[in-house]
Each structure stands twice: as structure tokens, then as C-alpha cells.
């Protein structure tokens, strides 16, 4: 396996990541408008957006997706999402998931009221993505991409043979109103999210890195699973 870089980018209130290894893959795009803010931290990397073969996103939510449209454009690379949340990606859709536990309700709460002041771009979707297992070998990264639902029915996460996941939202750690890492604030079913956990420590997880917060061990997820 060569050298992996792992660069976390902050594009609004999200972690989106480039991984490169022989190519280039973008995970997720973050909020609208930030085509600026992604060029600039590209820049200070010295990578060329050209480079970029592929921008998974991990599922449609406004905040991974809302800049989608500009980064396809600048990039040249295509846009993979599950097939159940295309049409969020193609129409702009905002959809929501509730809060999980009280914290949980207030944080769904805000995101409702935040998601009525944004606005993003339509953006094709170049790969609907089934729930099979979806190589990344083809764009030059050693790792895969997993079906793992929970937080939204078609949330997908990016799983590296280095033992990196690139969850998107199917776990979180420290943020405002929030003190711990693992279970997400929003979704839509947590046991569901439970089974997605272990699909991921049983496909070698090992480092978790999330949309909101900073990265953890993936003990956290197993500790998780007894409780
Ligand atoms: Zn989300």
C-alpha cells in the first residue's frame, strides 16, 4: 500500500476530507458557498482541483451536499451518492432527520430554523450508488465504500484498508451540545446506526473520522455497541 495524506478540510460547519493515495477523492462538500474557502485550503496543499477524480458524498444532507455543485464544476470529478438520496442532491432538496435522545430534539430544532436561511445549487449526480460494496480502486485509493444507513437510509461511509471511515454523520464527536463522541444527534433510526457500527469495526475500522467534530478511535464504537 503507498502513502496515504489525509487532509481535513472545514468547508462551513462540516469536515469534508481529501484522501490521496495514487489519486485524488473527496469526501463530501460541505455547506453552499465555499468554493472560495475549498480553493484556497487546495492551494495551500499545493493540489490542483483538476486532480480530483471523485467526490463521494456521504449522504444528502445541506450542509455535506450544498457546495456540491461548484466543487463538480471546479473539479471536473463526478459525484457519487446512494440512489435513495440522488433526487436531494438533483433538486436541492433540505430534508432532515429527527434529534436522537433530548439534546438530540434541540440540535434537530436549530437545524430547522437554520436550514429555512440556506439556499444551495442543483447538481447532477454522475453515480447513484447501490448498496453493494463499491471499489475505489479505480480512482487510484486503496479502500471502499459501504452502505451503512442510520442516520439517513442512504448514508454511505468511505472505509480505507488503512482501517480510516469516512462516516459522515453516523457518528459524531465533541460540538456544540454535545460532550462525547459516538452516537449522532440527528437520525433516523439508531439501531440501525448500531448495525452500521459494527459493519464498519467488522470490516476493520479502526480510525473514525466525522462531518462534525474531531476524529476518534473506533473503540468508541465498539464501547457503543454493548451499552
Ligand atoms: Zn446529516
Known amino acids: 500500500m503507498g502513502k496515504t495524506d489525509i487532509h481535513k478540510l472545514p468547508l462551513g460547519n462540516c469536515n469534508c476530507y481529501l484522501i490521496k493515495q495514487e489519486g485524488l477523492v473527496l469526501v463530501d462538500t460541505g ?9 484556497r485550503r487546495l492551494e495551500g496543499l ?3 482541483p483538476k486532480d480530483i477524480s471523485l467526490i463521494l458524498l456521504t449522504h444528502g444532507h445541506y450542509d455535506h451536499i450544498g457546495s456540491a455543485a461548484d466543487l463538480r464544476k471546479l473539479t471536473g470529478a463526478k459525484i457519487a451518492i446512494n440512489y435513495r ?8 432538496l433540505k430534508r432532515l432527520p429527527p434529534g436522537i435522545g433530548f439534546p438530540g430534539k434541540v440540535v434537530a430544532l436549530m437545524t430547522r430554523v437554520m436550514a429555512l436561511m440556506v439556499e444551495f445549487p442543483r447538481c447532477p449526480v454522475d453515480l447513484g450508488l447501490e448498496d453493494e460494496v463499491f ?3 479505480p480512482f487510484g485509493i486503496e479502500g ?3 452502505y451503512t444507513p442510520g442516520h439517513t437510509w442512504g448514508s454511505m461511509s468511505v472505509l480505507l484498508d488503512t482501517g ?3 462516516v459522515g454523520d453516523l457518528a459524531m464527536s465533541v460540538m456544540p451540545l454535545r460532550f462525547n463522541s459516538g452516537m449522532p444527534s440527528l437520525g433516523d433510526d439508531r439501531n440501525t446506526v448500531k448495525e452500521s457500527w459494527r459493519l464498519l469495526l467488522d470490516n476493520g475500522a479502526r480510525t473514525i473520522h466525522p462531518a462534525h467534530g474531531h476524529s476518534f478511535s473506533a473503540d468508541v464504537l465498539k464501547k457503543g455497541l454493548s451499552g
Open 144 to 146: 471502499t465504500v459501504l
Open 85 to 92: 438520496e440522488r433526487d436531494w442532491v438533483e433538486q436541492a
Open 31 to 39: 455547506f453552499a458557498n465555499q468554493k472560495d474557502n475549498f480553493l
Open 135 to 137: 471499489s475505489l480502486r
Open 164 to 166: 480510516d471511515a469516512f
Open 46 to 48: 499545493s493540489i490542483t
